[in-house]
């Protein structure tokens, strides 16, 4: 029986999940990112390999997360995908009554409606930091708190501060400040998921009907401070699935697995040992046109195999 690889690589964290040809869930992993790609999905896939030790042959490849093209040129990917499709594509699988999907990622945050199965409407906040998972990483770090265990400080809050979550720089001061207060770092911690919930709602999820069953996902539904602050401030049960970190690499899984149904073929998967190729990024900028478009090139082995970031034909591969 073979398997699907679904891939998911963002600013914080590159995750991997591998199904059986039955759609079931067979290994996840769920990596640092740490500012290198790369090198985080060449120790994914090698952890993967591990995991099957040869003996399931891989049917096809999918990426998804904000470097899904470079990484699905990396690692040879029959299918990349959003992660607005790739996350409402794993809930669907798991709870087919899914109606809204809250997902805080590293860098963005999403909200999914979905309604009989079919995603309806979307909305993403990708232009500030407030209230992702990156800006709680910054914040643990510098309270010297692990991030795994920031939740646990939460939930020993006895009289939560309010913190002002508009946007990461007031957001920080206003913790400096009730720390300088006297607040204990239980409260403010507390009082930080409740922040961050608290702009979710008001800015991802505004004019967005949030119904049941909610599903939260993404690496922050680790964390219990976040997940008991939308308990309350949307007064409703939120159901956290048990990949909740991988669900963007399951749904990439899910979703090469139908695309191999449609469209049956050879994987151009390029294995698991990702060291073994040589790779060249190069960036340059276009003098052709006052766009000037900054051009990334991807070359394997010397060839290149990818362009991206122009606006017209000018860099297109043949």
């Not at 109606?99 to 009989?116: A, M, P």
């Not at 204990?184 to 069953?213: F, Q, S």
Request: with cysteine.
């Amino acid at each position: 029986m073979g398997v699907f690889l679904g891939i998911d690589v963002g600013s914080v964290s590159t995750n991997l999940a591998v199904l059986r040809e039955d759609g079931e869930v067979l290994f996840t992993d769920y990596l640092r990112t740490r500012g290198d790609p790369r090198r985080a999905v060449s120790d994914g896939l090698a952890l993967a390999g591990s995991s099957l030790n040869g003996e399931r042959p891989v049917l096809g490849v999918a990426t998804t997360g904000s470097a899904r093209r470079f990484a699905g040129v990396l690692v040879g990917a029959d299918l990349v995908k959003n992660e607005i499709v790739a996350h409402a594509t794993a809930a669907i699988r798991m709870y087919p009554d899914v109606s809204t999907v809250l997902e805080i990622g590293g860098q963005d945050s999403k909200l999914i409606v979905i309604r009989d199965g079919v995603i309806v409407d979307f909305a993403m906040n990708t232009v500030c930091a407030a209230g992702t998972g990156s800006f709680l990483d910054q914040q643990a770090f510098r309270l010297g708190i692990s991030i795994e265990k920031f939740g646990d400080h939460a939930a020993q809050s006895r009289n939560r501060v309010t913190i002002a979550s508009k946007c990461t720089v007031f957001a920080e001061s206003d913790m400096i400040h009730k720390a300088q207060l006297g607040a204990p770092t239980e409260d403010i911690i507390a009082g930080l998921c409740d922040g961050i919930v608290r702009n979710y709602l008001n800015n991802v999820g505004k004019g967005k009907r949030i119904e049941k069953r909610v599903v939260l996902q993404g690496g922050v539904a680790n964390n219990r401070g976040v997940v008991e602050a939308f308990r309350r401030q949307l007064g409703m049960e939120i159901t956290i699935p048990d990949h909740r970190g991988e669900m963007g690499a399951v749904g990439a899984a899910l979703l090469v697995r139908r695309h191999r149904r449609r469209h049956p073929g050879p994987t151009s998967f390029l294995g698991f040992d990702l060291a073994r190729i040589e790779f060249e990024t190069r960036v340059f900028e276009c003098d052709n046109c006052p766009n000037r478009c900054e051009i990334v090139e991807l070359r394997r082995a010397g060839a290149v195999v990818d362009r991206y970031g122009h606006r017209c034909t000018r860099w297109d591969i043949a």
